[in-house]
């Protein structure tokens, strides 16, 4: 299968995947695999020949690490999957994060709760990271509405940023031996202290190659009319770093609601940004869906709904359940919690629904392969 547009769909029954040739006319769907296991986190593995990952949450029996050699068509489970040696007194609740390493068949791990995991043999065998995982603060890290997770991983060259809900983002600056926490900015709307050293519900954080030191980071917002201690935190719901997440600036102004799940970059333009706003209730804003684009790094937002519901809906997208293809006009994807998963064709512009009736979607990625 050569120069296909390939999805991989994490649900809470099982894993989906579904391909398409480039025009993007229709997909073939394929799965549940791993049937009604919650599937929160997939890899699709493009260095040499592709490999597709996914997490497979059960929580009565374990959890396990699936591989497909042959995209997606078959999974076999790895040798083994990640987990605390047996007087840490932690256990693993959920795996949050799969993402490829510097090596061949090197793989990062994020877990429930909040902890790391590395392999150098393609997800046969994991070793704990202690640089964060037994940090300081790491048994200080309260768990947030979905759990407490480490669910953002990025590499950049000796740099690695880590998102944590709640713990806030942490940095290390030498692949990974050491972290510190590195929140300058990050507003904390549930905590006496509007900007903690961590804490922080960090939702998701995103970067561009093409725009060294610059991250972008979905906070959880949604404050601006707290009256509990501390007053009323506007705007710190989306933001922006450009100093390889040192500090942090608001980003949030234009937009309908601060808070938000995703947060996705153009992938050939690093100042045209995407995410989903919601409200307090994490659904629509007035039950009317749309994706917002900015194209000058958050300066300002446009609202992209063509397509999409114009009332009376009410999902919600959850943190990785948002991603974008590497075409020349690249499209946009997103599932939601009520089991649809939606196409935005020429950036967004244009929406149509490609699947309406699968399970609750916590996980969409999509690579050209």
């Known amino acids: 299968m050569v120069d296909r547009i390939i999805l991989t769909i994490g649900t809470k029954k099982g894993l989906f995947v579904a391909d398409a040739a480039k025009p993007r006319r229709s997909f073939a769907l394929r799965g549940p695999f791993g049937p009604g296991i919650p599937v929160y986190s997939t890899l699709i593995d493009t260095r040499g020949t592709p490999c597709l990952y996914a997490s497979s949450c059960n929580p ?22 990640p987990a605390f040696p047996k007087d840490d007194g932690r256990a693993l609740v959920n795996i949050w994060g799969l993402e490829a390493g510097g090596g061949k068949k090197d793989l990062w791990c994020g877990v429930e709760p909040a902890s790391l995991f590395r ?14 995982s037994n940090h300081d603060h790491a048994r200080k890290w309260q768990p947030g509405n979905g759990g407490l997770c480490m669910h953002t991983i990025i590499r950049d060259g000796n740099r690695v940023h880590l998102g944590i809900s709640t713990g806030g983002h942490y940095l290390s600056e030498d692949g990974g031996e050491t972290f510190r926490a590195s929140n300058q900015g990050v507003g904390a709307g549930f905590a006496p202290d509007p900007y903690p050293e ?39 719901g989306v933001l922006r770093s450009d100093d390889y997440g040192h500090s942090w600036r608001s980003i949030a102004k234009g937009l309908p609601s601060d808070f938000g799940f995703p947060i996705v970059v153009h992938p050939y333009d690093a100042d045209t940004v995407y995410v989903m706003p919601l409200d307090a209730t994490r659904s629509c804003p007035g039950g009317a869906p749309a994706v917002w684009r900015s194209e000058n790094g958050g300066e300002s937002w446009s609202r992209l709904a063509r397509g999409l519901p114009r009332k009376q809906s009410y999902f919600t997208v959850l943190r990785d359940a948002m991603d974008i293809d590497r075409l020349k006009a690249p499209a946009l994807y997103f599932g939601t919690t009520t089991g649809q998963l939606w ?24 690579a050209v392969a």
């Open 60 to 81: 009565f029996f374990g959890m396990k690490v699936l591989r497909s050699t042959d995209m997606g068509k078959s999974f076999t489970e790895t040798k083994s999957a």
């Open 343 to 366: 196409i935005g064709r020429e950036g967004g512009e244009q929406w149509d629904c490609l699947f309406d009736s699968l399970p609750p979607i916590y996980n969409v990625k999509v």
């Open 198 to 236: 961590f804490g922080q519900c960090v939702h998701k954080i995103a970067r561009h190659d093409d725009a060294p030191g610059r991250l972008y980071m979905q906070n959880h917002g949604g404050w601006a009319d707290w009256t509990g201690p501390g007053g009323p935190r506007p705007d710190i």
């Open 119 to 132: 392999s150098h043999d393609g997800g046969d065998s994991w070793d704990l990271v202690p640089g964060i």
